[in-house]
């Protein structure tokens, strides 16, 4: 079982940059392929990046691409946002994610379905 906590959100202007972290519990974090999604009010959740379990490769969504940047460190088990350049439609919850073991380049990194492990979110937002 793997639980994951969120943290690092909050209240910022348009032009301003946050840090999200995402702490994992359990011994499977260094063998899972982990990624942050959001979701907006009364919209559907969103991919935002995904990097691997060793933190070699990583991928981004189009909305974000060159603002955001995803990193981790296994020895703390944990995983990073760093969002740049911030938008008032960057305003979401913004979900950390884990996927289990399995081949980075057969993985559907978009699809939420093919993750296996959740936290429970943590509030941006953007003011213009």
């Known amino acids: 079982q793997v639980q994951l906590v969120e943290s690092g959100g909050g209240l910022v202007q348009a032009g301003g940059s946050l840090r999200l972290s995402c702490a994992a519990s359990?011994?499977?974090?260094?063998?899972?392929?982990m990624a942050w999604f959001r979701q907006a009010p009364e919209k559907e959740r969103e991919f935002v990046a995904v990097i691997d379990w060793s933190g070699s490769l990583t991928y981004y969504g189009n909305s974000v691409k060159s603002r955001f940047t995803i990193s981790r460190d296994n020895a703390k088990n944990t995983v990073y946002l760093q969002m740049n350049s911030l938008k008032p439609e960057d305003t979401a919850v913004y979900y950390c994610a884990a996927r289990y073991g399995g081949s980075w380049f057969t993985l559907q990194k978009t699809d939420e379905f093919k993750y296996d492990y959740w936290g429970q979110g943590t509030q941006v937002t953007v003011s213009s």
């Open positions: 359990g011994d499977t974090f260094t063998r899972s392929h």
